[in-house]
């Protein structure tokens, strides 16, 4: 069955810190991967999106992530963390052929001052 | 672009009243619209998919007579919840596909619904 793993329910890090929050996706081919951000009684914004081609992908605040077939992962990474940036993340999966998203669990990211 | 609205962004009802939530596509045709459900500190449930102009497809477990949902036109769609009780209190989020083979939805900013 298709799936998304998020290991990490709860993440704090110092602000300027380095932060990667992991994704693990269950998925006979490669479907299209996103990584959203929901700040908190808010909907869902776009960090970033891989649909193919290059592995390492950027998105916006300064977020990038990297797809990993052999590992089955779409990790997020942000090599220094603002305060602003706490909030929940999700890994999403669009498998390729039907409509439908398939979200992870979430990561609550708490940034230390 | 591809801006998606909700409406009301909070409501709150008394038990056993019906509320209604719109999502419209702004700039944008979507041939297909999602209402997903979340759960304080939880993630995100598909509750149906619709398509314009014909029945919503409900995910397992979801009471289609308790959530009603009617894609009326190619930049919106409602969900409304009949005869809503507490249990029913949730954060509503819809989102929007532009066309056939985009695989991306863009979302709303969600609908708090809270049930007396």
């Known amino acids: 069955a298709q799936s998304v793993t998020q290991p990490d329910i709860h993440i704090t890090v110092s602000e300027g810190a380095s932060l990667e929050l992991r994704c693990n996706y269950s998925y006979g081919a490669t479907p299209y991967l996103f990584w959203y951000v929901q700040s908190p009684g808010q909907g869902l914004q776009l960090l970033l999106k891989y649909f193919s081609g290059d592995t390492l992908v950027q998105g916006i605040k300064g977020f990038e992530a990297e797809f990993k077939r052999s590992q089955s992962s779409f990790n997020l990474r942000k090599p220094s963390v603002h305060w602003s940036d706490a909030a929940e993340y999700f890994c999403a999966v669009g498998p390729s052929g039907t409509y439908k998203y398939i979200f992870g669990t979430g990561t609550r990211l708490k940034v230390l001052a | 672009g591809a801006v998606v609205s909700q409406h009301p962004s909070r409501v709150i009802c008394k038990s056993g009243t019906s509320v209604k939530i719109e999502c419209r596509s702004l700039?944008?045709?979507?041939?297909?619209m999602f209402w997903y459900r979340q759960f304080p500190k939880q993630s995100l449930m598909l509750m149906a998919t619709s398509n314009e102009g014909s029945k919503a497809t409900y995910e397992q477990g979801v009471e289609k007579d308790k959530f009603l949902i009617n894609h009326a036109s190619l930049t919106l769609s409602t969900l409304t919840v009949t005869s809503a009780h507490p249990e029913d209190s949730s954060f509503y989020i819809c989102?929007?596909?532009?066309?056939?083979?985009?695989?991306?939805?863009?979302f709303g900013p969600g609908t708090r619904l809270t049930v007396l």
């Open positions: 700039d944008f045709q979507a041939t297909t």
């Open positions: 989102s929007a596909q532009p066309g056939q083979g985009y695989n991306e939805q863009f």
